[in-house]
């Protein structure tokens, strides 16, 4: 392809990408292929001579399009949402064609002096004090491995990296029953490793991790003789919205002089509205590292997590690596790529700067307002269905609930809910027991979207009765 085809098919796919993004509620939410419908559709081999790029779009349409789940349905009510504004795709579409590898300063300026003011335009959206900064990383569960890898090697004086962790004695982190199934596989990775995870019980009305239980368990392992290395808290968890009382917390790893990391990988975008930070936000200065994924529900296209550090010291401690031909001579500058695990890095700093430009923060807001109501307005019609109970009440714009029957009728009410189209949800689990999440969040969404909802559920119910 030279630049001129290059030229009219960009044309084409911006034209499509509009049409798509249009037409998305004619469209089922989730892929209604089966296993193997798309392996099927592909050549087993490699062409040996180039094919003509209206073939591979033609193919395109007819192999991959069928088997694509549409993440940007306004009726896409299932785990959290993966937005693409249209701003941030443009944004997007610039950097893809400057291709840039953005590791160091001196590898593009602009983009590492960027990711600075966004990261500190973040920082002022949440109220976070003027002591943070921070680092765009691909996803929260880069972020979080981040902190539990500085977790580890604070806790041990910073030689892990250098010694292995043989005869460093046992290392301990601590959190609620309820975090992602990323705090797991970062203790994993690690070298923490499951059992040394501590799950602790949750109390209402939030389901927060139990600080009685915390300390005791601290305790515990200091008088056994092992190591506590950090605590790990959400702000937002992913099952049923789960907060932990983040001033309680704080004040126990004050105590115990221990490393903190907030999830706040969903909820955390939501901070940017006033009404939610005394609920939720209160006590988050202090945390030395803080996560929100603003490709989640602020509306950046997929992959930007922020990773907010009160002091990014220690994490540079753990992470930084300079060979000789990745120094930078001259005047002293930043080198996020030191700051993260890849060394390759995106520019994802410019779909921040368009989005939060072409809406303001005001018109954010407004969005995340919105789904917040809209979600307690589809609970409370729920609520009156007969025979369904709410399991958790909403947390901002998440809740469950529960269907007549066992476990398995839940799970067939979500199965026949995905495969008739029309709405996507996914089921979770609580206190033993099988839940439909209800989630709203997709950027595009209406209030007529998520009340449509309810008359899906309800038809969808009938018929399997």
């Not at 050549?43 to 549409?70: K, L, N, Y």
Request: negative net charge; charged residues 25%.
């Amino acid at each position: 392809m030279d630049w001129d085809e290059f030229e009219e098919w960009g044309r084409y796919v911006s034209r499509w990408a509009a049409d798509y993004h249009k037409s998305l509620r004619d469209l089922p939410v989730r892929a209604q292929t089966r296993p193997g419908d798309t392996i099927r559709g592909l050549a087993a081999a490699p062409p040996s001579q180039g094919q003509p790029m209206d073939a591979i779009i033609d193919d395109f349409e007819r192999v991959v399009m069928p088997g694509m789940t549409h993440w940007q349905h306004p009726r896409f009510f299932a785990y959290f949402p993966a937005n693409a504004t249209p701003p941030s795709m443009i944004a997007e579409m610039l950097v893809t064609t400057i291709a840039a590898q953005c590791m160091l300063w001196q590898t593009s300026p602009a983009a590492t002096e960027m990711e600075t003011v966004m990261v500190d335009w973040l920082r002022q959206a949440l109220a976070l004090p003027e002591e943070y900064t921070g680092v765009i990383q691909d996803s929260a569960s880069s972020a979080t491995l981040s902190a539990v890898l500085t977790m580890r090697e604070r806790a041990i004086d910073y030689t892990g990296n250098r010694d292995g962790l043989n005869g460093k004695g046992t290392l301990r982190i601590y959190c609620s029953e309820q975090v992602h199934s990323s705090i797991d596989r970062a203790a994993w990775i690690a070298g923490i490793g499951q059992e040394n995870l501590v799950k602790l019980p949750t109390r209402s009305p939030r389901h927060e991790l139990d600080v009685d239980a915390l300390r005791a368990a601290i305790r515990g392992d200091r008088a056994a003789g092992h190591i506590p290395a950090g605590i790990i808290t959400i702000t937002g968890g992913t099952g049923v919205g789960a907060s932990d009382d983040l001033a309680a917390v704080l004040d126990v790893a004050r105590t115990e002089d221990l490393y903190t990391h907030l999830d706040a990988a969903w909820a955390g975008a939501a901070m940017i509205c006033e009404e939610f930070r005394e609920e939720f936000w209160a006590g988050v200065a202090g945390y030395d590292s803080i996560v929100i994924n603003p490709h989640k529900w602020l509306g950046a296209q997929f992959d930007c997590s922020v990773q907010f550090l009160r002091d990014p010291q220690p994490q540079l401690n753990t992470l930084k690596i300079e060979p000789e031909y990745l120094k930078t001579t001259g005047a002293a500058v930043t080198n996020y790529s030191e700051w993260t695990i890849p060394l390759g890095r995106r520019f994802r700093a410019l779909k921040l700067w368009f989005l939060i430009r072409s809406y303001g923060l005001e018109g954010l807001k407004a969005r995340l307002r919105n789904h917040v109501r809209w979600a307690n307005e589809i609970c409370d019609v729920l609520r009156a269905m007969d025979g369904f109970d709410i399991v958790t009440e909403p947390m901002l714009s998440l809740f469950t609930f529960r269907c007549p029957g066992d476990d398995k009728d839940q799970q067939r009410l979500v199965d026949a809910i995905n495969d008739d189209g029309r709405i996507y949800l996914t089921q979770g689990a609580f206190q033993g027991k099988k839940v439909i999440r209800f989630q709203v969040g997709q950027f595009e969404t209406t209030r007529e979207d998520v009340l449509f909802a309810a008359d899906v559920i309800r038809d969808v119910w009938a018929r399997m009765k």
